[in-house]
């Protein structure tokens, strides 16, 4: 079983920076991707930012520019760096992991961390 811990959220200021890390229990090379998505109050969760196996990484409109996902791959950890944060970035992050086999797609989720900014 994949276990995904995320660390990192808080309470910031506007314009503040936060870094989220999610270790994961497992090599991460196992994975075909990584990411992160966030859960506002009320409603859907979001994809934020993805990260290949090959460091290919997809951001969601709203955060380009101001947060970078990464991985560190000897430490089976995936960051995020958020800078320039806004009220609206406000969530619950959850670190996602992903990995296809024989035709099936795993899905591995992490239990989430909160990050309020206040204005």
């Known amino acids: 079983q994949v276990q995904l811990v995320e660390s990192g959220g808080g309470l910031v200021q506007a314009g503040g920076s936060l870094r989220l890390s999610c270790a994961a229990s497992?090599?991460?090379?196992?994975?075909?991707?990584m990411g992160w998505y966030r859960q506002a109050p009320g409603k859907q969760r979001e994809l934020v930012a993805t990260?290949?196996?090959?460091?290919?990484?997809n951001y969601a409109d709203s955060v380009k520019g101001r947060f970078t996902i990464s991985r560190d791959n000897a430490k089976n950890t995936v960051y995020l760096q958020m800078n320039s944060l806004k009220p609206e970035d406000t969530a619950v992050y959850y670190c996602?992991?992903?990995?296809w086999g024989r035709g099936t797609k795993y899905n591995y989720w992490g239990q989430g961390t909160q990050v309020t900014v206040s204005s």
């Open positions: 996602n992991a992903e990995a």
């Open positions: 497992r090599s991460i090379f196992s994975f075909d991707a």
């Open positions: 990260i290949t196996s090959h460091t290919v990484t």
